[in-house]
């Protein structure tokens, strides 16, 4: 009996290694396949058919953007997990645990905090090197093809170095004391919290203006020396003195910063600055504070005597102090568990709690009107001192800060009430070290409210008469 012949060279599937091709008619010899690992035996075209259908994939979806970080790292995870598949890869690819460790080594890093780009850049070096290890035993697995692109792409986006120091995957190792970003993300790792620490924000600049860590707004007297800060890791110290005779606005010529002494990290260090003195050092002579070549304390000198930056990496904690015509400037941001960290004796604190109320000069929200109600002095629009009018000021700050918040009429209230053009740079560079260190974007930008609470817009009429008011009371 005779049986049919089945028709050879028709293939049988996407992954099916049975029978030879026929042959066909003479082309440039393919060039020579890479040594197979032993555990390919049977189904030998498995890998390489997964890969053509990547490739096949990616011509069908050409011209896709690369996803955001946090996508990206949430696609790889996730993919990684799976252990099913059509094609199904072997024990030996070790992607899915590469994967992981490089999420827990940046799932604590925030992008607002200094040091972040030294830190991912570690994490994605390790990343890769992770990669390459187990390269031969995961060709042809997606996952892996897909996180070697990632990589790449972000290194480009970060401009990390190919060489260059990487993270250990064990953070107990690496975890350095002097690091306050280190070792906070150690405590969040043991606690399983991913939430990166939250940071505080305060500033002080003008007339004074304070900006306290819960983002209130207040115009102040507060002649005399006053604590901005007293915790257990820092202390702050500003004194203001009257600006014009027979006024009661004042501002900053002094200020003082105490690093405390923090176990192996650094001893105390202090810094003062007074007008016309802004040193790039401590009061000791030195400039920074701590062991080794990564100091845990330093100032940076950014331009000479106007403005300088201190960096206290132990405490996560950056501040900021300039010289702005006659007056200085300050501006901080501290973590929220520092921040926090005192004592019931150390409640007077600026920053944590305002000025008091006997020290305030507006309603605590930058509305000056609301103090006298709505009764309104036969006097407005008037010129409050020589060489600028309500109209001038305006035009003069708009110049500078065209969006008209809080801290575009506190720029207009300060020329109305000391006639000193500076304070037009005092609060522009204000804004600026807010959107430096200021850790939420939403928050920049502060409006005054209405009585009840509610936003209100940047109505010409309402600025007037409320800046009017405020200037009445300066000068009773």
């Given at each position: 009996?005779?049986r049919?012949?089945r028709?050879?060279?028709?293939p049988?599937?996407?992954?099916?290694?049975?029978?030879?091709?026929?042959?066909?008619?003479?082309?440039?010899?393919?060039?020579?396949?890479?040594?197979?690992?032993?555990?390919?035996?049977?189904?030998l075209?498995?890998?390489?058919s997964?890969?053509?259908?990547?490739?096949?994939?990616?011509r069908r979806?050409p011209?896709l953007?690369?996803?955001?970080?946090?996508?990206?790292?949430?696609l790889?995870l996730?993919?990684?997990?799976?252990?099913a598949?059509?094609?199904?890869?072997?024990?030996?690819c070790?992607?899915?645990?590469?994967?992981?460790?490089?999420?827990?080594?940046?799932?604590?890093l925030?992008?607002?905090?200094?040091?972040f780009?030294?830190?991912?850049?570690?994490?994605l070096?390790?990343?890769?090197?992770?990669?390459?290890r187990?390269?031969?035993?995961?060709r042809?697995?997606?996952?892996?093809?897909?996180?070697?692109l990632?990589?790449s792409?972000?290194?480009?986006?970060?401009?990390?170095?190919?060489?260059?120091?990487t993270?250990s995957?064990?953070?107990?190792?690496?975890?350095?004391p002097?690091?306050?970003?280190s070792?906070a993300?150690?405590?969040?790792?043991?606690?399983?919290?991913?939430n990166?620490p939250?940071?505080?924000?305060?500033g002080?600049?003008?007339?004074?203006h304070?900006?306290?860590?819960?983002?209130?707004?207040q115009?102040?007297?507060?002649?005399?020396?006053?604590?901005?800060?007293?915790?257990?890791?820092?202390?702050?110290?500003?004194t203001?003195?009257?600006v014009?005779?027979?006024?009661?606005?004042t501002?900053?010529?002094?200020?003082?910063?105490i690093f405390k002494?923090?176990?192996?990290c650094?001893?105390q260090?202090v810094?003062?600055?007074?007008?016309?003195?802004?040193?790039?050092?401590?009061?000791?002579?030195?400039?920074?504070?701590?062991?080794?070549?990564?100091?845990?304390l330093?100032?940076?000198?950014r331009?000479?005597?106007?403005?300088?930056?201190?960096?206290?990496?132990?405490?996560?904690?950056?501040v900021?102090?300039?010289?702005?015509?006659?007056?200085?400037?300050?501006?901080?941001?501290?973590?929220?568990?520092?921040?926090?960290?005192?004592?019931?004796?150390?409640?007077?604190?600026?920053?944590?709690?305002?000025?008091?109320?006997?020290?305030r000069?507006d309603?605590g929200?930058?509305?000056?009107?609301?103090?006298?109600?709505?009764?309104?002095p036969?006097?407005?629009?008037?010129?409050?001192?020589?060489?600028?009018?309500?109209?001038?000021?305006?035009t003069q700050c708009h110049?500078?800060?065209p969006?008209?918040?809080?801290?575009f009429?506190?720029?207009?209230?300060?020329?109305?009430?000391t006639?000193?053009?500076n304070?037009?740079?005092?609060?522009?560079s204000?804004?600026?070290?807010?959107?430096?260190?200021h850790p939420?974007?939403e928050?920049?930008?502060?409006?005054?409210?209405?009585?009840?609470?509610?936003?209100?817009g940047g109505s010409?009429l309402?600025?007037?008469?409320?800046?009017?008011?405020l200037i009445?009371i300066?000068?009773?």
């Open positions: 009996m005779m049919k012949k028709k050879r060279g028709a049988l599937g996407p992954c099916s290694s049975h029978g030879p091709r026929p042959a066909k008619a003479p082309a440039p010899p393919p060039s020579p396949e890479p040594t197979r690992p032993a555990w390919t035996g049977m189904g075209r498995a890998a390489p997964c890969a053509a259908a990547a490739e096949v994939e990616q979806r011209g953007c690369p996803p955001p970080l946090e996508l990206l790292l949430l790889l996730s993919l990684g997990l799976l252990h598949g059509d094609c199904q890869q072997p024990t030996q070790r992607i899915q645990k590469c994967t992981t460790d490089f999420v827990s080594l940046t799932s604590h925030n992008s607002a905090i200094d040091g780009d030294s830190e991912f850049c570690k994490a070096r390790a990343y890769a090197g992770c990669t390459q187990t390269s031969k035993a995961c042809g697995n997606l996952v892996y093809h897909s996180a070697v990632g990589i792409d972000l290194m480009s986006q970060r401009n990390c170095s190919k060489d260059g120091p993270s995957t064990n953070p107990e190792v690496t975890h350095d002097c690091n306050y970003h070792h993300g150690v405590r969040e790792h043991r606690r399983g919290d991913q990166p939250s940071y505080l924000f305060c002080l600049f003008g007339d004074p304070l900006r306290t860590f819960k983002d209130h707004f115009t102040c007297k507060v002649e005399g020396a006053w604590p901005l800060i007293d915790n257990n890791y820092l202390s702050v110290q500003v203001n003195v009257p014009v005779p027979g006024s009661s606005a501002a900053t010529n002094k200020i003082t910063i002494a923090h176990h192996e650094t001893d260090k810094y003062q600055a007074v007008t016309d003195d802004l040193p790039a050092a401590f009061v000791d002579g030195t400039t920074s504070g701590g062991d080794g070549d990564a100091k845990s330093r100032i940076v000198e331009e000479s005597g106007h403005y300088v930056e201190m960096h206290a990496r132990y405490i996560g904690t950056t900021f102090v300039r010289q702005v015509g006659r007056y200085l400037t300050l501006a901080i941001r501290m973590p929220e568990d520092l921040a926090m960290s005192y004592e019931e004796s150390q409640d007077l604190q600026l920053c944590m709690n305002g000025c008091p109320v006997s020290e000069i309603d929200q930058g509305q000056v009107s609301a103090i006298l109600g709505h009764s309104l036969r006097t407005s629009l008037v010129q409050a001192w020589p060489g600028y009018t309500l109209e001038t000021a305006n110049e500078k800060m969006v008209k918040d809080i801290y009429q506190s720029c207009v209230f300060d020329l109305l009430t006639g000193d053009a304070f037009t740079a005092a609060a522009h204000a804004l600026e070290d807010v959107e430096a260190l939420r974007k928050r920049w930008h502060i409006f005054p409210s209405s009585g009840n609470g509610t936003p209100r010409n309402s600025v007037s008469l409320g800046l009017t008011c009445l300066v000068f009773l």
